[in-house]
């Protein structure tokens, strides 16, 4: 079974520090993509990043990069220069290579960005 | 162009009323997903269509649970005599096609909020 997990259930910073939101994950496979996906208070799930498994080379988009540890299954998002707008759930989510490709999501953490 | 589109986007339903949830993907896309959002928690996997065929329908919690995609486009999902432990917001996601080893983004609709009471 694949699993992922957000040990940080809120976290809030001042606007423009840098943050970065935790993640871990289980999974047999050897191959498969990992999301960082922002949900607003409105619930339009939009997707932030993605990191394909056998790329070693981290992910980045503008302010959002991540930190991908293979070996150590950890899949962080750091976040430059927060804004207000950035304040939002954050859920990390893996999906399989093959078949039905479902995401499977972590718990979220509660990102605030205060002025 | 036109993203995906849940309706109604709030459902109150009374315990033992049936309920159909109504997603409209973008135009185009092959999968579709269903997921289930407890409040305060991460989605849930419900089911997954390829065209009008439902190749997966693992997380659907019971046999009240039910899901159509009958010409490959919009779809409904429908749950018979509704439990408050339905309470929940209910995504729906589409992406442009599917499997083959490589990774298609899933967009996703609002949601729509059921509550049952």
């Given at each position: 079974?694949?699993?992922?997990?957000?040990?940080?259930?809120?976290?809030?910073?001042?606007?423009?520090?840098?943050?970065?939101?935790?993640?871990?994950?289980?999974?047999?496979?050897?191959?498969?993509?990992?999301?960082?996906?922002?949900?607003?208070?409105?619930?339009?799930?939009?997707?932030?990043?993605?990191?394909?498994?056998?790329?070693?080379?981290?992910?980045?988009?503008?302010?959002?990069?991540?930190?991908?540890?293979?070996?150590?299954?950890?899949?962080?998002?750091?976040?430059?220069?927060?804004?207000?707008?950035?304040?939002?759930?954050?859920?990390?989510?893996?999906?399989?290579?093959?078949?039905?490709?479902?995401?499977?999501?972590?718990?979220g953490t509660r990102?605030?960005?205060?002025? | 162009?036109?993203?995906?589109?849940?309706?109604?986007?709030?459902?109150?339903?009374?315990?033992?009323?049936?309920?159909?949830?109504?997603?409209?993907?973008?135009?185009?896309?092959?999968?579709?997903?269903?997921?289930?959002?407890?409040?305060?928690?991460?989605?849930?996997?419900?089911?997954?269509?390829?065209n009008e065929a439902?190749?997966?329908?693992?997380?659907?919690?019971?046999?009240?649970?039910?899901?159509?995609?009958?010409?490959?486009?919009?779809?409904?999902?429908?749950?018979?005599r509704t439990q408050?432990?339905?309470?929940?917001?209910?995504?729906?996601?589409?992406?442009?096609?599917?499997?083959?080893?490589?990774?298609?983004?899933?967009?996703?609709?609002?949601?729509?909020?059921?509550?049952?009471?």
């Amino acid at each position: 079974a694949q699993t992922v997990t957000q040990s940080q259930p809120e976290m809030s910073v001042q606007e423009a520090e840098t943050v970065t939101l935790s993640c871990t994950y289980d999974t047999s496979e050897s191959n498969y993509y990992l999301f960082w996906y922002k949900q607003p208070p409105s619930r339009q799930m939009i997707l932030v990043i993605r990191q394909e498994a056998y790329k070693q080379q981290n992910a980045t988009e503008n302010r959002f990069s991540v930190n991908f540890q293979k070996a150590a299954k950890s899949f962080s998002l750091k976040i430059s220069d927060s804004q207000l707008g950035d304040t939002a759930m954050y859920f990390c989510a893996l999906q399989p290579p093959q078949g039905a490709q479902k995401l499977v999501f972590g718990q979220g953490t509660r990102l605030t960005i205060n002025p | 162009g036109a993203g995906v589109s849940q309706s109604p986007r709030y459902k109150v339903a009374k315990r033992g009323q049936d309920v159909a949830l109504r997603c409209d993907p973008i135009s185009g896309h092959v999968s579709l997903f269903w997921y289930q959002q407890a409040l305060g928690q991460g989605p849930e996997f419900l089911t997954y269509f390829q065209n009008e065929a439902q190749l997966d329908k693992s997380g659907l919690p019971s046999d009240r649970f039910f899901a159509e995609r009958p010409e490959g486009s919009v779809s409904t999902l429908k749950i018979q005599r509704t439990q408050q432990e339905d309470s929940a917001v209910y995504l729906c996601a589409s992406s442009l096609n599917a499997g083959g080893g490589s990774s298609y983004e899933q967009y996703f609709g609002p949601g729509t909020r059921l509550t049952v009471t």
